[in-house]
């Protein structure tokens, strides 16, 4: 009997590998940071072979910290950072360049020059995305234009694409294996999300040889086998997800109207719609979400500044010395005394899109004091998820069941009591919080019959706390009427600039991290950690 489902979590700033047993309990853990490298201003990449060399490493040592052997293994899952663009030489796996990260902005110029030519709607219709530079599509056209040989070489049919799960499978297998999963194809802004195929329109807009390009599988299945020289035996390759697609699938979000909210740096919203794309009417992107039988989509929205508000009271304002004396503060008042913070340090995203939007406070008066402050902080990053929610149930016709929640913030139980209180829905936090690896886990262990199906890993789910909503109908009106109020506010002091200003607001705004044309569903790494 295998004992263990192996998950190989590749983020941004870390590779991490756990051990998960039958229970979806954690075994051993093990994580490695790796080198961010700026080359210019707006630029981010990272060395591949540093992605690798990181995440094998975790992957050996999670195994000796468990005294486990290839043989333990039934599966390995994988989940990773998204959108972030590797190319290498099929012959030699060397790669051309540096992996452009999904952060980085150096294709801005392209995406206008894509609004330019009229295709933005067909980019939508076909991928379910709001053009950016996030996407991987003009990060490939980027180096094909820009590294020495690469076109001719792609074009003789001799360079790969792929996103880190793709990246990871093929040194895992040593070269046999050339996949990528559904969710992340569904990133790449080259994949038709209807059609489920490469788009042959968008591959010769951006002049990319479709010979690059992985073949598409479903998020569970046998991908292949690990050569028994990375980790001493064949373990299956059988499950791979984006890492906010896992962690809806983790967090075990199958049925349609289920939500997850991952409050980190940036809160990451998913709606599972079930097998129905929605196109939001509301600038949410659709996507395909993970699944283990037919294709499922999901609506994707994202708060830019969630936890980076609680690290600017900490950091910025120095109004606190740790991020959990936020609640302490927050608690011992009744309300914000009328105050409402709009964190739009760098623009409103969806579902108002203004990237002219700067941080505003509305409400003071003499009574004002730090603990209002704090909370109306605290309140924002929740007001701001719930109009994500909104804007979900307006265009899935859904009303969210119940949500579930993960990420650094959701241990911050008065927000967590917020979240239930304004969205009028239970508010479910898991014990386990490490729902990206536990859903790649899940993925990979059903594949191989480890875990029998759906129903089988939901009996796993170990809950943790479930907020009810308190707050009566009246006042909770009248909240988020106030919200309302102080986001009209915000925009209305962004778009009357006044005309000196004209000019020189939109030059101004790239500086400020706030790219005219920038709609991407991701915090500014600028209020990272
Ligand atoms: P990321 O993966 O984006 O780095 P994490 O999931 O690690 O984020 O969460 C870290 C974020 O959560 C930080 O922005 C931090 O300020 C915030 N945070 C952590 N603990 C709390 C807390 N108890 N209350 C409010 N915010 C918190």
Redesign the pocket.
Known sequence: MKRYVMALDQGTTSSRCILFDRSGREISKAQKEFRQYYPHSGWVEHNPLEIWSSQLSVAVEAMAMAGVTAADIAAIGITNQRETTIVWNRKTGQPVCNAIVWQCRRTADRIEQLRADGMAQTVRDKTGLVPDAYFSASKIAWILDHVDGARAMAEAGELAFGTVDTWLIWNLTRGRVHVTDRTNASRTMLYNIHDMCWDQGLLQYFQIPESMLPEVKPSSGLYGVTSAAELGGEIPIAGAAGDQQAALFGQCCFAPGEVKN?????CFLLMNTGTKPIASQHGLVTTIAASTGEVEYALEGSVFV???A??WL?DGLRMIQT??Q??TYATRVEDTGGVYLVPSFTGLGAPYWNPYARGTIVGLTRGCEKEHFIRAA?ESIIYQSSSLIRAMEEDSGEKMASLRVD???S??DF?MQFQADISNADVIRPSCIETTALGAAYLAGIAVGYWKDTEDVQRNVRIDKVFHPQMNEKVRKQRLAGWDRAVRCTEFWANDRGEDLEEELPKAAPDDGCEKESLGAVPDDGY??
């Open positions: 991952t409050y980190g740096t940036g969630g936890g980076a609680v690290q900490r991020a959990p936020s609640e605290l990420g650094g913030a241990a911050n927000m990272t950690d």
